[in-house]
Every structure is written in structure tokens, then in C-alpha cells.
């Protein structure tokens, strides 16, 4: 079946350091793809997305592009602040309406 | 975005006891709502797809008994943890889907974090 695989954290970074959190996907046909983020206390907010191969969804200075070669949707920013610690989900969805397939999440840890 | 809420956001109950959460669609109408169950460091997991005005769709190894879902209107579906145990002790969320025309999205509700004793 479809399933999401992200890197395990937590990931402890300094501010303004460069962050990369890993995605790949099994998933059948062309799956749309997705970022959530989950900070302190709230629920899951969609942070970006792409709906077919080569797309890059970006938000926030956080951005991502679906590789289907790799079947891969790799979360990055440039510049990470502390504002930006949360639990990151990746997850995917084989059709519009349907439930979404996550990843386990990642913690991300930002210290000034 | 739109707002869905949960309510309780956090419970604890007795064992043997009967537990509902509700998951309000704010400011839009979903036909479908989703209730998922997520452990400690682990994904969210599809417990079931709520429709609108019919029965809910479990995923396999879902107990549609203990895990009674009911979507009365199209800004409300409840989930009742019947006879719950400590083993139900998870957090659940849920997500409401929003189909407008060429822009579908899930938005979902904070969560509810379930303790049973």
C-alpha cells in the first residue's frame, strides 16, 4: 500500500541554519504531496504542497519539489528561525477528498 | 484558512466509561471528515472516513462498535470511544474536507488527547 517515509528527529538546529528534512513516498499513479506542520498546542496547518511531478510548493521561505524519479519531497529553507520549531508532516494523497497518508513526523528544535 | 475545532481538547475517564469528541467545521461545510488516531512519536493513523448524512467508512482494524462516528450536519461529526480502556489512551484528531470548486483541502481540528485510568 501507499505510505510515507520521513527522517527520524528530532533535528536540533541554530537559528539562520540551513534545514533539510527527507520524504520519499510508495504511492500508485500520481500522488499530490504535502507539508504540515504542527506547532506547540495546534493543530496540523498545511504548510505547502505540489499536486504532480517537477511542481514546487513553497511557504514561508520553506519549499519543496516533487521528484518523481526519486519519489522524493524534501522539506528545505535557507534560514531556519526559532518560530519555526514544530513537528513537520509529510503526506500524500492519491485523490482529492481523500485521506491523507502521513509520514511519522519530524521535531524540529530552533535555538537562538 | 478555515477553522476546524475539537472539543474536549484533553479528557481523562475512568475505564469502562463512554467518551464523545466533536469536531466542528467553523466557517465551512464539510461533507466529509476524517477522524484520525495518532501514539506518542508515531504517524497519524486513518481510524475512519465520515460522510455526511450516511455511515462512516472504518479502516480495517477499526472496532466500528467501540468507535461509534456520527456526522448529523455538515459542520458537525462526533466520535464516541465506547466502554473505553487504557489502551484507547491516544491523541485523536480530526480533518474536514472543503471541495470548492478547483481547490480541495483538509483542514484539521487541534486534537483531543484521551487518557483513560
Known amino acids: 500500500g501507499d505510505s510515507v517515509t520521513q527522517m527520524e528527529g528530532p533535528v536540533t538546529l541554530s537559528e539562520e541554519a540551513f534545514l533539510t528534512i527527507n520524504c520519499t513516498y510508495t504511492a500508485t499513479g500520481y500522488p499530490s504531496l504535502f507539508w504540515y506542520v504542527q506547532y506547540p498546542g495546534e493543530g496540523l496547518q498545511l504548510l505547502l504542497k505540489?499536486?504532480?511531478?517537477?511542481d514546487k510548493g513553497s511557504n514561508k521561505g520553506f519549499e519543496a519539489t516533487y521528484r518523481k524519479e526519486t519519489t522524493s519531497f524534501h522539506l528545505e529553507k535557507g534560514s531556519v528561525q526559532v518560530s519555526d520549531s514544530a513537528v513537520y508532516f509529510c503526506a500524500l494523497s492519491n485523490q482529492a477528498g481523500t485521506a491523507l497518508i502521513f509520514g511519522k513526523g519530524t521535531t524540529l528544535s530552533v535555538s537562538s | 484558512g478555515a477553522v476546524v475545532s475539537q472539543h474536549p481538547s484533553r479528557v481523562i475517564c475512568k475505564s469502562g466509561t463512554s467518551v464523545k469528541i466533536e469536531c466542528r467545521s467553523l466557517d465551512f461545510q464539510a461533507t466529509t471528515m476524517f477522524w484520525y488516531r495518532q501514539f506518542p512519536k508515531q504517524s497519524l493513523m486513518l481510524m475512519a472516513t465520515s460522510n455526511e448524512g450516511s455511515k462512516a467508512t472504518y479502516e480495517q482494524g477499526v472496532e466500528k462498535d467501540k468507535f461509534l462516528i456520527n456526522h448529523a450536519s455538515l459542520t458537525l461529526s462526533t466520535l464516541t470511544v465506547t466502554s473505553a480502556h487504557p489502551e484507547d489512551s491516544s491523541f485523536y484528531i480530526c480533518s474536514a474536507h472543503s471541495g470548492t470548486e478547483g481547490r480541495s483541502e483538509q483542514f484539521f481540528g487541534p486534537g483531543t488527547r484521551l487518557t483513560v485510568l
Open positions: 505540489a499536486t504532480k511531478a517537477d
